[in-house]
Each structure stands twice: as C-alpha cells, then as structure tokens.
C-alpha cells in the first residue's frame, strides 16, 4: 500500500508539471499559398496570449524582405471556459520566385509548424504597365474545361495612390455562368520598381455548351487624387482625376463529356453520398414509419447541377418521397452543392427489409477520371408482422385437433344423455349473470355522473392544446403525433393512425384527419391540411359508438396507411 500511495503521488505530480497543449501550441498560416514575384503575403502567428512576447524572424531573412509586423488580441467564452489569444501578422515579400519554405519560428517557449509558398514569375503583358495609376488582369486555372465543369477565374485590380470612389463591372460570358464567389483578397506588390494596392477577387464559370465560350473582361472606373502626395491643403481641395482600366477577354475551349463518362453527368471536384435516419438499435417496426435521410454533396458543383437524391425499390415496405431540400454555399475558391431527400419508409410484414446498395456516378476532374460514390447494402430486422400473415397449422397441431376431435366422438353418447340438465343449469347461472352486470351498470352510471371527470380532462388537456396549437402553425407532422396522443388519452386503445381514423364518427373529422396524413406523407397541403384539423377537431373528438371494440380487434393488424372510407 505504501508504494501504491507513493505512485500515485508521482502520477500527480507528472500530470501537473505537463503543459498543456492548447497553451504551447502555436499556430502558423498564410493568407495565400501561391502569389507572384513582387506580392506581399502575410505570415500568421496565433496561440495563447503572451503580449509579452515577440515572434524570432530572423529565420525569415533568407528569402523574404519583413515589411511589418502587428498583433491583435481577443478574449473568447465557450462553454463556460474563458480563452485568450494573440495572433501577429507579419508582412513579407518573396526575394525570388521557386517554392519558398517557411521555417518553424519561435514565440517564447513556443514553436509553430513550417510552411510552404509557392511564388510564380512576375506575369507579362497586362493591361496596361507599370507607370499607370490602374490596370487589370484577369485569368482561369485551366483554359479547356468540360461542359458543367466549374472552373475558377481570378481577376486582379492593380491602383497606385489614394481612389476616391470606383466601379469595378462584374465579367460576364455567353453560354457560361459567372457567379462571385466570397473572400475577396487585398496585398500590395510591385510592378517594375512601383508599389501597387492589389484587390484580387475571384468567380466561379460554369461553361453551358461545348466549344468556345469567351468571358468579357471587367471594366472599372474611378477617381484618383491628383495631389496624393502634394500639400494636404491641396488634397482638400482635389476632385480627382478620372482613371479607367479593362481586363482582357479570356477564351475558354469547353469540352464535351467523355465517353466514358456516367449518367448523369456530373463534374467536380469530390462527390459524397450520405444516408442518415437509421435506428441506433438497427431495427424497424412493422406498420411504423422510418424516417430515412439522403444526401448528395459536391465540391465544385452547385446544387443545381445534382441528381434528385432517390432510394432503390424497397422490398415489404412502402416508401413515400419527401421534398427535395437544395443548398449552394460559396467560398474563396469553390461551389459547395448540396441536396437532400427524405423518404418515409413503412415496412408492411416482418422478416427484413433489405436497403440495396446506392450509387452514383461522377467525373472527378482534378484527376480526369470517372469515380462513383458509393453506400453498401445496409439489412434491418423488422419486428412484428402484417396484417393477413398467420402462420399455417403444424402437423403437431393439426394430429392434436384429430385426436381431440376422435376423442368428441368416441363420448358423444355420453355427453347427449345429460344434455337437458346441463342446459337447465347453464340458463339459471346466465340469468343470475345478466342480473348482477345490470346492477353494476347502474351502479357505474350514477357514479360517474356524479363524480367530476377531472382527472381525464387534464390527462387529455395538454395533447390537445400541442395538437391544436401546431395546426395553427400548420405543422403536419408535430399535429398527427400530438393528435394520437391526445386520441391515446382518451382511449387507450386506440395505438396508430388507422384506429383512429375509423374510431371518428364525424366525416368532417374523418376528412380532415385525411387531409393531414395526405399532407404527412403524399406532399400534399400542409396549411390547408392543418387549418382542417384545426377547425373539425376544436371542440374535441366525435367517437363511433363501438370504436372500443373496433379498436381492440384490429389492434393486433398492420393498419393501412391510407384506409379506405366505409
């Protein structure tokens, strides 16, 4: 025990000296990874606060000039834990063009990861040179795309001295869309010895047809001050001179689909398939829907572009197709689509329902190959049976009902000669059955009318203000659950939609309430549906007068899910 004890205090003692990592970690990036001769790029720093300290870049001196430096703090919460960091930003211009490597530097007792950047040859034959106040250049990552492919397209406005106002055109192109893609990037470079501010904005272009598709250069005007850097009490004086600049046009040759390619056609960057939904024990219930999610996602392809997400034939089931939900969202480089279906499954007899295999084929362009996105096979027990599946009778049982039936014969005799006595006594103990069960009518009926039924009105006064409340948000989906639960309170017999439905004595309940399935599960009217709801079933439900009995013998079937009027 004493070693144990002194072991335990050793383990203490370690885990208390060891820094933590959020505290030594020290985080480096670049606000652009590949820049020509003469940019400016910025190196980040960000860890855990030390305002005190100061970042060694003298490991930098090699291939950059340091322009600058400058640091920010913030102070952040999350989840109750308060953190503080500094991030310093350094200014560096490459010395020479090649793929430049960034040293680990230290920051105090902290050390980031290297880097690397990529500086191309100052580019030749812009619009424009050097010696003018503004110019523009323009440029795509590849000049033969595919048909649908989205490609990125760079345009660069170059200024020297202080604009006043501008407008820079949007580029546009016949059969091709051009969509502004976010994060606009701003740096200075030089241009044969002069300094120049750099707004660098990017586009995605979509060619729509094959062949030559060309995008029209951008054009931008604006007012720059004649006397940036004369007296100041000229500047106020200044209206500005009018400067203007123009892109180039760029040509682009669009490519027709291979033929290898797959249908349909789909071009991009990466391709994902998901599938959401499935029970966390990997089990169905017969007659019970299971809400299964699919999604296509594509980086390099707007939603648009996708494939309707669609389920294989399900085996046993019923399968009821939601909406399609589609979504686009842009950053500094790539279109980000994404659609998603829902599908409603109802697995109609026990056994297994069986999910094939979903595929979907797709041309990866970045390796210029077909590819296909692909979920396995998935297999999910169901539990119960449907309606009409009764087992067929064993030989056992079929040889006992033989033999009982032999055995009936055989005492016949026996039984006929007794018959009037048995029948005697059988009528008196009815008559003395009935008699007691009419008393205890009566005596249940004059207790009930003058015992308040609070206790049911409160059990049933929640469900029905959830019900309600949601057909006049005109929820679907929340109104039927809160509708079976307040039917469910009522009579505890009634367990799903079916029994329900023919438990209704009122057709306008009947037809409200079919309103709303159509509504959950065939896309149909979903306001409509809940403001019938609301209005048939604002003074409660209206019961059949043997909707007990109904219930309890069709409690033990598969209910349909649309069931036929009477």
Not at 119 to 135: R, S, T, Y
Not at 211 to 226: E, I, K, N, S
Request: a neutral charge.
């Amino acid at each position: 025990m004493r070693r144990f004890g002194w072991l335990l205090l050793v383990i203490a003692m370690a885990a208390q000296a060891a820094p933590a990592p959020t505290n030594t970690a020290l985080h480096a990036f670049l606000d652009r990874d590949h820049v020509a001769l003469g940019d400016t790029v910025t190196l980040n720093l960000e860890g855990a606060d030390a305002s005190a300290a100061t970042p060694d870049l003298s490991p930098l001196q090699k291939d950059f000039d340091v322009l600058g430096t400058s640091s920010s703090s913030k102070v952040e919460s999350v989840n109750g834990v308060t953190r503080s960091s500094t991030q310093f930003g350094i200014a560096l211009r490459p010395r020479h063009a090649g793929t430049l490597a960034i040293p680990a530097l230290r920051l105090g007792n902290r050390q980031s990861q290297p880097l690397t950047l990529q500086v191309d040859a100052a580019p030749q034959g812009a619009l424009g040179k050097a010696g003018d106040p503004v110019f523009l250049e323009d440029g795509a990552d590849t000049g033969t795309p595919y048909v649908g492919q989205q490609i990125v397209y760079t345009l660069k406005l170059f200024y020297s001295g202080n604009l006043t106002g501008g407008q820079l055109d949007e580029p546009t192109a016949d059969g091709a869309q051009v969509i502004h893609l976010d994060g606009d990037a701003r740096y200075q470079t030089v241009r044969d010895g002069q300094t120049y501010q750099v707004v660098e904005r990017h586009y995605a272009v979509v060619p729509q047809h094959a062949g030559r598709v060309v995008v029209r250069g951008a054009t931008f005007t604006g007012q720059m001050l004649a006397s940036s850097r004369g007296d100041p009490f000229d500047a106020f004086f200044d209206d500005g001179k009018p400067v203007q600049a123009r892109a180039d046009d760029l040509a682009l040759d669009a490519r027709a689909p291979p033929a290898s390619a797959g249908s349909p056609w789909l071009p991009a960057q990466s391709v994902q398939l998901k599938l959401t939904g499935i029970p966390p024990d990997h089990r169905a219930r017969a007659g019970e829907p299971l809400t299964l999610t699919l999604s296509v996602d594509a980086v390099g392809a707007g939603a648009a572009q996708l494939p309707e997400p669609q389920l294989p034939p399900l085996s046993g089931a019923r399968v009821y197709p939601d909406q399609t939900r589609d979504a686009t969202r842009v950053d500094g480089n790539w279109l980000h689509g994404t659609r998603t279906r829902s599908f409603a499954i109802v697995p109609t007899q026990g056994g297994t329902l069986a999910i094939p295999a979903i595929t979907l084929d797709w041309w990866n362009v970045a390796g210029d190959r077909p590819e296909q996105a692909r979920l396995p096979a998935q297999s999910l027990p169901v539990i119960g049976a449907a309606a009409g599946s009764a087992q067929p009778p064993t030989a056992a049982s079929t040889n006992a009902t033989q033999t009982a039936a032999a055995a009936g014969d055989r005492g016949g005799s026996a039984a006929v000669a007794d018959w009037r006595g048995i029948a005697l006594a059988s009528l008196a103990l009815w008559l003395l059955t009935l008699t007691g069960f009419a008393w205890w009518r009566f005596a249940r009926r004059a207790d009930a009318g003058s015992a308040p039924a609070t206790s049911k009105t409160n059990a049933a006064a929640a469900p029905r203000k959830r019900a309600l409340e949601a057909a006049r948000h005109g929820d679907a989906r929340t109104c039927e659950r809160a509708l079976l639960e307040w039917a469910h309170s009522e009579r505890t017999d009634l367990r799903h939609a079916g029994a329900l439905r023919d438990a209704l004595a009122d057709p306008a309940q009947r037809d409200a309430f079919e309103q709303l399935q159509r509504a959950r599960w065939k896309e149909g009217d979903a306001r409509g549906a809940c403001d019938a709801v609301a209005k048939a079933f604002a003074r409660g439900f209206v019961w059949r007068a043997h909707a007990h009995a109904q219930a309890q013998g069709a409690k033990g079937d598969l209910p349909p899910l649309y069931p036929q009027r009477p």
